[in-house]
């Protein structure tokens, strides 16, 4: 696919902004259920070394999941454990080595880790020694890349890191990081309680390109107390001054019924929809024109950059950590609430400390929940990771690869999506489904239509599309 464009129609946009999945799965994790255990998981696991050792290289995504922080970020949606003492990090941390042996017995040793991610929480929450630590218990069990091609990415946080931090992580073999802005705005910072001056932020990222990191990535959020157009216009000119190679601009979701620390955010203090709109027409414009491609999804990234180029390829995919370059990877998550898919099932790890520390003790894998997927699933997984990923549907290739006759299998979403087609959204052919520069902004709707449990769900909470 060619760098997509995209075009704003407010009219069009508002008349579609409704609640739906982000699709960092198909099917979400709202199908995710019970009946899966650790006996499934390992099941999956032997299933995927088979394919391995038959000639289909099956490398390894890690995911650590680092859930503490010193402070709450009032507009924050994650699992997380809020405490200033840093020593509870050490049990949580001694479980979590042992959770790397526990997985590293069901994986064949030659499967190389193409990708690893420490996520959280807060992951620089760990002491230096706590991080060495963890990435030698990893290395000792799994097979890590030592020759800096990985992409061994970390989030971190502007307001506690130093140039010796950095400098530690990137000698732990970290090419890549992610940092949260949201707002450079005062006022804003204030609201939502992430006090980060523009000094801290543009710290890290001088310093992290002077260590050699490959990659950095900006998080923003637009729909935040107090923000205006005219307020994020600024926040916009002091990012792309800081030219990050990836940037998200998201859609804050105001959910106090779901996530507590929220209901510290007074909603009168929310910007209305059509500022909303304005802000977001307003960043596509700004980023779009300082060069950077619109991935999908509130995501840009510049032109260089492994995900624009991915896409170009057709080889751009989305997982739990939003979209990626590795669709080839089987991805092996440790920590509470952490998602991972091995094969083709996907599982998630037990939610809370108490239990998680209680099933590791007892030698078992914390796997409380998860999902086999069927046919059908992986056949909807593919519709929908295409359009998600590439804005266009081959729909040949969807036949030949599981036995269907499109026209047929589909007819109900062929027909609900000829009112998209009506409005421009996109165009059906024979043989494509082409997602149009209109309508790249409302994938998610189109991505919808395709989505079978959606169909059957009678009440579940989801953002807007927009």
Known sequence: MKNATIEFDPSLIQRYDKAGPRYTSYPTAVQFHENFGEQDYQ?????????HRQGEPRPLSLYFHIP?????CFFCGCSKVVTKFRDRAAPYLDRLHQEIALHAKLFDDDRTVDQLHWGGGTPTFISHEEMRALMEATQRHFKLRGDDTGEYSIEIDPREIDGETLSVLRG??????????????PKVQQAVNRIQPEAQTRGAITGARELGYKSISVDLIYGLPFQTASSFNTTLDKIIDLSPDRLSVFNYAHLPGMFKPQRRINAQDLPSPQEKLAILQQAIEKLTTAGYVYIGMDHFAKPDDELAIAQREGKLYRNFQGYSTHADCDLIAM????????????????????????VI????LPVYRGLALSGDDLLRQKVISELICHFDLHIPAIEQAHGIVFADYFATELQELTAMQDDALLEIRPDRITVRPIGRLLI????????????QQTRQAYSKVI
């Open 43 to 51: 099941r999956a696991a032997e299933a995927s070394n088979l394919l």
């Open 68 to 72: 503490f922080c010193s402070k709450v």
């Open 172 to 185: 732990l073999g970290f090419n890549r990081i992610s940092l949260g802005v949201q707002d450079f705005d």
């Open 335 to 358: 920590g509470i609430t952490a998602i991972g898919k091995v094969g083709n099932a996907f599982s998630q790890n037990v939610k809370t400390l108490e239990q998680y520390y209680a």
């Open 361 to 364: 003790d007892s030698g078992h």
């Open 444 to 455: 998610r709707n189109i991505c919808m239509v395709f989505d079978k449990y959606l169909r």
